[in-house]
């Protein structure tokens, strides 16, 4: 099914197709099985090559995929329960009892789990779906087996009480729920699940439950669930990476193969909803855009039609030259958002139809046309063509994905608990048989609009128009997380070249996998920008790709789309992902985008309104309005305090000559930095690059002078009351520091002692969240955007706005202990341990091994960082922390931003 919620972070559930593709995937016909076609088939096809499977008598079912070489393990146990086993009058309490999971045994209280995650460098979540509720642990190879003592000891014995906090977990599930009622289509998809299923049906209600419902649950009805299901013959555990399986299987057995196996309930019957023609919804909406959600009811995931619906869903809308993106978003421009998704559980499942309508367009319009491309696919067979890039697409995805333990680990779970390992094995080839014929007859089958729901969410304001919730991107080319680790992985055997023009190219040859991966970056871009032109970088950016000498945007979408690569670009450059046998003709078309884009104005016009209706939706949503004021107090007219889309003033006034000039400006080899990671011969990308930038003007670099940035002279409070927020949204911060200051590395592990440590082991989340159950997420760092400009000091908490002045007062305190008391040696040692222990998951794909080149580069930090990092990190004492967060954290010159149902004071909005 489509929804998942984990403890840390809500996420969509795919199953093989989110692995294989990222989001999407399907296959037409049979490759060639010669050449390179052949190659990469093999290569796919090894993903699931040498797995061991071994049920336990006690019904443990345990999967083994050791890779040789592989720097990390992940551990997954995945329990065959979810929201679709819980009786409706205690919805929600299989994704309780995924966050109480961690709260601790007779052995482990509270606390202990996260911190042996923290000590060892590791990472561990877990998440809830309809179907299944996953437990995953991330350690380097060299300490992986203490999640398997965890885990065997959690299976049986839980401990579900107040000295567990039972009842302060609560208070983070409910605020959960409140974060994201607060997003877009949290409320549409609450609202649809009813009407497509049936609200009596498993999969009618919210994974995350139904708020009275987990208001109302107690200690023992989560215990009496977790009796029920939380057995070893309802369980699979799944690991993968760089270990011995025969050492593996043996610890297993000695750990779990004493636990009882447990007797399971019968599962819930599904009976299907019998609707008699179409139904229609329409719900208001506190956002400024118009919403359009389309489902059908369709099949289980193990069902012989479930690879053509996939394939539906890749021919509709996946990628820039799919049926959806070229009529609803560049042809008749009706649509910002134009998605199709394909979703399958133990259960039939559905097919879903997802549209954001831009401003002042007709839904009616748009809507009757949705109707009018499933009609052509139920009735017009799919072009050979069409599907050989889908094919392409799929097989390029599959080999991409061979870097990813964690995603191996995790598809691998998920459809274990559904099927099994046999079906996972032979989808690849389902998905090739799937033929023309086999499309239309789904189609006709399954997307019929007599059989559909068809949900509207309105604005309320407003008519059935408006425009998009397209969140900023967060790709960037630079800001990863720097973290060390006592692997011998090291950024020096990257080879740097200074090329004419100041271009500086680094390359790393790697030829595990037949992947390449270039990125080209921007040193400044933002800087570059003038106030009254700002968002200008960024639609600069998005229109790389909309034309080049010799292609059309759609033609060089189907170019790289066709043989299954990714190419992108945002305002800080361009990022390339493509099979190494196409890897020249993905670095040409990577450097011809950056160097001679052609400008369409038809392209530049589509962008610009798609820009503008982004901003009118995202200004009526209350994080996004909260963060952006307070980026504008703490930095003023710094460009680094201005959202990267822009403002609507500044938008609108922006022409495309504005775009070219940017790009004169900006793009040209003195302001790049180039990396080429993966599978290739060095001395041949060299000399195309070399070749490639000939003839490039080298535009003489402008000098940017950035506004000297000031704390304010006291601590200062601003309150922007919005009555219809679920949730407050408090930010707190100041000024921060440059990369280069001497500091860093200090600061850097304050930050994780203070409010970045991983899971709950930071102060400000083991007090907040974890012990009072004030929020779901809370954090504070002053190193993470700390640049060549400083960066910023901040606080953040999402909350109840009845917790205003009680969590201002707690994260002031918290400050006020980090600057005044030398930590814990524990403490100290933890975060170091884990600064230390945990790089090895940063280098596991190259397009992280790229990032990282690109990062140092433009930092100037050296190749060598990586050695240097191990060095400062040790050496920081628990005197050190305090030294620097008294010199860095002002707590006088704070800056205190909220938004939400308060007033001015902070005191609540009288209700309506």
């Not at 989340?765 to 809370?778: C, K, M, N, P, Q």
């Amino acid at each position: 099914m489509s929804t998942s919620i984990s403890r840390n972070l809500s996420k969509p559930m795919g199953i093989i197709l989110a692995f294989l593709m990222g989001a999407q995937f399907s296959l037409a016909q049979t490759p060639a099985k010669t050449g390179k076609n052949a190659e990469t088939l093999k290569a796919a096809n090894a993903i699931f090559d040498n797995i061991k499977h071994e049920k336990l008598p006690n019904g443990l079912n345990v999967y083994l995929k050791p890779i040789p070489g592989a720097p990390t393990v992940t551990t997954m146990v995945a329990y065959k329960v979810g929201s679709a086993d819980e009786n409706l009058d205690q919805t929600g309490l299989s994704h309780y009892l995924e966050h109480l999971m961690f709260k601790g045994t007779e052995k482990l209280m509270p606390g202990d789990i996260d911190r042996f995650t923290l000590r060892n460098g590791g990472a561990n979540n877990a998440y809830t779906s309809e179907d299944c509720t996953v437990y995953h642990f991330d350690f380097s190879a060299d300490r992986w087996e203490q999640a398997l003592v965890i885990e065997a000891d959690r299976m049986r014995n839980l401990q579900i009480d107040d000295k567990h906090e039972f009842q302060q977990e609560k208070g983070a599930v409910i605020e959960e729920l409140k974060r994201n009622e607060d997003g877009p289509w949290d409320l549409e998809y609450k609202a649809i699940m009813p009407k497509i299923f049936g609200a009596n049906a498993p999969y009618g209600h919210p994974v995350i439950g139904q708020a009275e419902h987990v208001k109302a649950s107690t200690a023992l009805t989560i215990k009496a669930h977790y009796n029920l299901w939380y057995h070893p013959s309802n369980a699979s555990l799944v690991i993968c990476g760089g270990f011995d399986p025969a050492q593996a299987m043996a610890r297993i057995k000695e750990l779990f193969g004493k636990i009882p196996a447990g007797e399971l309930p019968a599962r819930k019957v599904n009976v299907p909803l019998k609707r008699e023609g179409q139904t229609r919804i329409e719900m208001k909406s506190k956002f400024e855009v118009a919403r359009l959600l389309i489902g059908f009811n369709t099949v289980e995931m193990v069902d012989e039609d479930a690879p053509a619906l996939s394939v539906l869903e890749a021919v509709l809308s996946d990628g820039k030259i799919s049926r959806f993106y070229r009529k609803f978003i560049e042809g008749e421009e009706l649509a910002t958002v134009a998605a199709a998704e394909s979703t399958t559980g133990r259960y039939p499942g559905w097919f879903g139809i997802q549209m954001e309508l831009m401003q002042g367009k007709d839904g009616a319009k748009l809507e009757k046309m949705i109707f009018e491309e499933l009609d052509k696919l139920a009735n017009e067979p799919v072009s050979d063509e069409e599907l050989e890039r889908i094919r392409q697409k799929i097989l390029a995805g599959a080999v991409f994905s061979r870097e990813s333990v964690h995603g191996l680990a995790d598809v691998i779970s998920r459809t274990v608990v559904v099927a099994d390992l046999e079906y996972l094995k032979s989808y690849l080839s389902k998905l090739l048989a799937v033929s023309p014929a086999d499309l239309q007859r789904v189609a006709k089958k399954y997307l019929a609009k007599d059989k559909s729901v068809v949900l509207w969410s309105i604005p309320e304001k407003g008519a059935k128009t408006s425009s998009i919730k397209k969140p900023e991107k967060t790709r960037r080319l630079f800001r990863q997380k720097e973290q060390a680790a006592v692997t011998p992985f090291s950024l020096t055997k990257a080879k740097k070249i200074e090329l004419p023009g100041g271009a500086v190219l680094l390359l790393m040859p790697d030829s595990k996998v037949p992947v390449l991966v270039a990125n080209i970056a921007l040193r400044e871009s933002k800087g570059y920008e003038s106030l009254d032109k700002q968002g200008v970088a960024s639609m600069t950016g998005s229109l790389l790709d909309e034309g080049i000498a010799g292609l059309d945007g759609p033609q060089l979408s189907l170019k790289i789309e066709g043989v299954g690569g990714e190419l992108e670009f945002d305002e800080s450059g361009g990022a390339l992902k493509v099979l190494s046998h196409h890897g020249k003709m993905g670095i040409d078309l990577l450097l011809n985008c950056v160097k001679s884009p052609t400008f369409p104005k038809e392209a530049f016009e589509r962008n610009k309104e798609q820009t503008l209706s982004t901003l009118q939706d995202l200004e009526s949503q209350a994080n996004f309005l909260a963060k952006r004021e307070f980026l504008k107090e703490v930095y003023g007219d710094h460009p680094r305090g201005r959202s990267s889309i822009g403002t609507i003033k500044t938008v609108k006034a922006l022409t495309n000559d504005d775009c070219k000039a940017f790009h004169k400006l900006c793009y040209h080899p003195a302001n790049l930095i180039i990396s080429v990671v993966g599978d290739f011969d060095a001395a041949e990308v060299e000399a195309q690059i070399r070749e490639g930038l000939k003839g490039w003007p080298s535009s003489e670099t402008v000098k940017i002078t950035f506004p000297k940035l000031v704390m304010p002279e006291k601590f200062t409070q601003k309150i922007i009351s919005n009555p219809e927020a679920v949730q407050m949204q408090f930010y707190m911060g100041h000024v921060g520091i440059r990369r280069n200051d001497p500091d860093y590395f200090k600061l850097m592990v304050m930050d994780y002692i203070l409010g970045t440590g991983p899971g709950f082991t930071d102060r400000l989340s083991a007090r907040l969240r974890d012990r009072e159950g004030l929020a779901y997420t809370v954090n504070a760092n002053i190193t993470s955007t700390a640049d060549i400009e400083p960066g910023i000091f901040t606080c953040y908490i999402g909350t109840d706005a009845g917790n205003f002045e009680r969590v201002k007062k707690e994260f002031l305190e918290e400050l006020d202990r980090i600057r005044t008391t030398k930590p814990e040696e524990d403490e100290l040692s933890d975060a170091k341990n884990y600064l230390l222990g945990n790089l090895a998951f940063r280098f596991t794909t190259n397009a992280a091994i790229a990032s990282q080149l690109l990062m140092v580069e433009r930092l100037g930090i050296g190749l060598d960082y990586l050695d240097k990092f191990r060095k400062e990190v040790s050496a920081v004492t628990g005197d050190d922390i305090k030294a620097v967060a008294f010199k860095h954290i002002q707590t006088d010159k704070l800056i205190l931003l909220a938004v939400g149902a308060i007033d001015e004071t902070g005191k609540l909005l009288p209700k309506k």
